[in-house]
Structures are given as structure tokens and as C-alpha cells.
């Protein structure tokens, strides 16, 4: 009689928790039922997105033209139980020849550090093939670094990721800072990012930066970032009024902070967006346990001239982004800033109030990794210690973290070393 009284609350409890799948919290994965299935599922744009902690935690994102109940399947490899979390979708309006939509999400909460896993997509029993996972280990590691992927036609951007996949197939992660497409209300544009990303997207997570470009509408006006919003479902740990606008992750043994400085172009909906997001930088710095801290950012916190004398003359210094957020990058102890927006690669190594110093953060601004190029615009900064060779052409970077250095390495896409920026701890004080 005990058995059977334990056998039927095992039973409840598993109901419930299968019917709570929508509440966060109760359990959000179950056994997947087994039975025969139908692998013609055709997901496009499948992406993964950095969870807030990578040992534990990722979303996978996909989109279909149609359809409903749709759900996340996964396992470790080489085995063969199957879990399956819910999915949930958003409606995405076409423009510009692309059908309307629908953008799911699902998000796994229960994975094992270090472990390698396998996911696929399902509906009905119509499921997808299956792409691989891994989880931080909380060690050592390696992360793409991208800028400015706006383009013409984005066969540049796509020749460049595909070899910085290639080359470097120990990446762990990839960063996008910002500025992915040239309009960010133009989804025939975000379609051929997506697709130029496959299959990386699919096989290691997106960790990206809201860029100004993201925030215009097609007669380029301000515009709030909503594409952007839909495609990207990012930690949940920013300010919750502004979901996908700035959050923070952690992988190996540094914390990430990534801004949203596009405040000039969201005024109109968020003249607030600094004081919110500088009182949120502070506190998410400040509570961090892990031994690096860097900072990633579109606009660039310095300020430059412009080298063309018929041009409006621009004092160089520090941007707005610069004078707001620096000040606390000092006080709060990053590491490293990583910034876009200028399309222009420089290394101005540390700077503390607003000085060249021996401590304080370094700065690096990557280059672009698309075809809009401006060759020759700027003028050297004072600050700055490295500058890409003249004219600028496409690149990307590499991030490598252990316990005692970061090394940011910029490459062109043949492959071609541009520079190394190294930050070891211990030259701070």
C-alpha cells in the first residue's frame, strides 16, 4: 500500500511539473516522449544566445513560417535520453519581400558544467536534426570578436565569419558589437545576417551589443530597436522594463557587461536610458565575484577629429558614452572595454580619469567586420597607441582569457595578424 501511495504522489508531482512548464518556478524541462518521430523539420535562423550563467544555462532560438507547440529537444551526447523544454513564440512582421514569421524561444536552465550536449527543434512529431552544445567549464577559453557586420549585400561579412569559424573552431562564443545590419527595421537585412552565420550560430552562442543602426526605421529615422528586441532573447538581468537592451554574462572566469548606448536615437521612448542604465552598470560591477571584468559597447567612449578638413570640425576627447560610463569602469575596476561604432581599430591601452595611465582599464576599439568602410576619416587620437594600417578594410578579433591574462588579437580575414593587446592582472595595483 506505501508503494502505491508513492507511485501516485511521483505521478502528481510529475504532472504538475509537466503542467507548470510555463512557470519559472517550477521545472522547465521534463523527459521528452519517446516514440516515432520525423526528422523534416526545417528551422531557419537557428541561434544560440548566451544564458547569464553559461555553466547551467542557454537559449536557442529559431524561426518558422508558421506553426505552434513547439518545442526544445535535448541530451548529452552519446546517450539517449531525451529531454524537452516548451518553446514560446513571437510574431515577426515581414517587410522588404520576407513573410511574416514566427520568433521561438527556448531556454535551458538545467545543463551540467563542461558537459557536451545535442538539441533539435520539434513540432508534433516532426523534429529537426540535431546541433551541438557545450557548456562552460569554467576555465580558459576563446570568443569571437565582431563589429559593425552592416553591409551592401553582406558577402564580405559572410567570408569573414566563416573564416574566423574556421580558424578558430575553439571558440567558445561569439560577440557582436553592435551595428549587425545597416537598417534595423529592414528584415530582409537581418534574414541574410542570420543566414551568413550558419552554421556557427547554430553550434556555439551569440552574445550581442545594441548598435545605433539597429534603432532606424526604413526612411531612417529613430526608431525603437524592435527587430533587434525579437531576434535576440538575452539574460534577464538588466533593468526589466527594458528586456534585450543591456544585461551580463559570465564565461570562465569574467563577468561581461554588456551597454546599450544608443541613447541619442531612443530618446523619444527612453530619455531616461543612461540614468537607469549607469545606476544598473554600477550595481552589476560591484556584485560580481569573477576575477575579470570586461565591458562591451557600440559607440566608442573617446571622441575623435575628423581628417578631412571639409568637414564640420569635431575637438577629439570623449564621447557622451565616454564621459558617462568611464568614470565608473575606474571606480567599479573592468579590466578591458571593447567598443565599435567608428569602424576604425585601436588600441589606446590603460586610461584612468580620463587620462593616459599605467591602470585603469584598457581600450580597444575593433574595426568593422562588413563592407561599410570609411577610409582615412579619422584623425589619431592622442590616446591612441595602435592604428590599423590606412586604408582600413574588414576584421575581426579574438579573445582569449585565462586566469592571469586577456588577449584581444585582431585579424584580418585572410587570416593576417593586425595587433595584440594584452592585459595581465597584477598591472592595475
Not at 68 to 93: F, I, M, Q
Not at 156 to 166: G, K
Request: net charge negative; with cysteine; charged share 25%.
Amino acid at each position: 500500500m506505501k508503494r502505491k501511495w508513492m507511485a501516485l504522489a511521483l505521478a502528481l508531482g510529475l504532472a504538475a511539473g509537466m503542467a507548470g512548464c510555463g512557470n519559472q518556478s517550477a521545472p522547465s524541462y521534463r523527459q521528452a516522449s519517446s516514440g516515432p518521430v520525423s526528422e523534416t523539420m526545417n528551422p531557419y535562423n537557428l541561434h544560440q544566445v548566451v544564458a547569464e550563467n553559461n555553466e547551467k544555462g542557454r537559449t536557442i532560438m529559431w524561426e518558422l513560417p508558421s506553426g505552434k507547440d513547439n518545442s526544445l529537444e535535448y541530451r548529452k551526447k552519446g546517450t539517449h535520453t531525451v529531454y524537452t523544454v516548451p518553446a514560446s513564440g513571437k510574431p515577426l512582421e515581414g517587410n522588404r519581400g520576407i513573410k511574416n514569421g514566427i520568433v521561438y524561444t527556448a531556454k535551458l536552465d538545467h545543463l551540467e558544467k563542461g558537459e557536451s550536449y545535442e538539441y533539435r527543434t520539434r513540432e508534433g512529431n516532426s523534429v529537426s536534426a540535431w546541433y551541438p552544445l557545450s557548456t562552460d567549464d569554467g576555465g580558459s577559453f576563446k570568443a569571437i570578436v565582431t563589429s559593425d557586420s552592416q553591409s551592401s549585400d553582406y558577402s564580405d561579412w559572410e567570408n569573414l565569419i566563416h573564416h574566423a569559424s574556421d580558424a578558430h573552431k575553439d571558440a567558445s562564443f561569439m560577440i557582436v558589437l553592435g551595428d549587425l545590419v545597416d537598417n534595423g527595421d529592414d528584415e530582409y537585412q537581418w534574414q541574410t545576417w542570420f543566414k551568413s552565420v550558419e552554421p556557427t550560430a547554430s553550434r556555439i552562442p551569440v552574445a550581442p551589443a545594441l548598435g545605433n543602426h539597429e534603432a532606424y526605421s526604413l526612411d531612417w529615422k529613430n526608431h525603437m530597436p524592435n527587430r533587434y528586441l525579437t531576434h535576440f532573447t538575452l539574460p534577464d538581468n538588466g533593468n526589466k522594463d527594458l528586456k534585450n537592451h543591456y544585461y551580463s554574462f559570465d564565461w570562465g572566469n569574467v563577468h561581461f557587461t554588456v551597454l546599450d548606448t544608443s541613447l541619442n536615437e531612443e530618446k523619444e521612448w527612453l530619455p531616461d536610458l543612461y540614468e537607469k542604465e549607469k545606476a544598473w552598470l554600477e550595481k552589476d560591477l560591484k556584485g560580481t565575484k569573477k576575477r575579470w571584468k570586461v565591458v562591451l559597447m557600440h559607440k566608442d567612449p573617446l571622441q575623435y577629429g575628423f581628417s578631412d578638413e571639409s568637414r564640420p570640425h569635431r575637438e577629439e576627447g570623449f564621447s557622451e558614452e565616454g564621459e558617462i560610463f568611464m568614470p565608473l569602469f575606474d571606480t567599479c575596476g573592468v579590466d578591458l572595454v571593447i567598443s565599435a561604432h567608428l569602424h576604425t581599430y585601436r588600441d589606446r591601452g590603460h586610461i584612468y580619469d580620463l587620462k593616459r595611465s599605467e591602470k585603469g582599464p584598457v581600450y580597444v576599439i575593433d574595426g568593422l567586420s562588413g563592407n561599410v568602410r570609411y577610409p582615412g576619416l579619422w584623425k589619431k587620437h592622442e590616446l591612441d597607441e595602435y592604428v590599423a594600417p590606412q586604408p582600413e578594410t574588414d576584421n575581426y578579433s579574438i579573445l582569449e582569457a585565462d586566469r592571469d591574462t586577456l588577449t584581444l588579437t585582431g585579424y584580418l580575414p585572410d587570416g593576417t595578424k593586425l595587433h595584440e593587446t594584452v592585459v595581465r592582472k597584477g598591472e592595475q595595483g
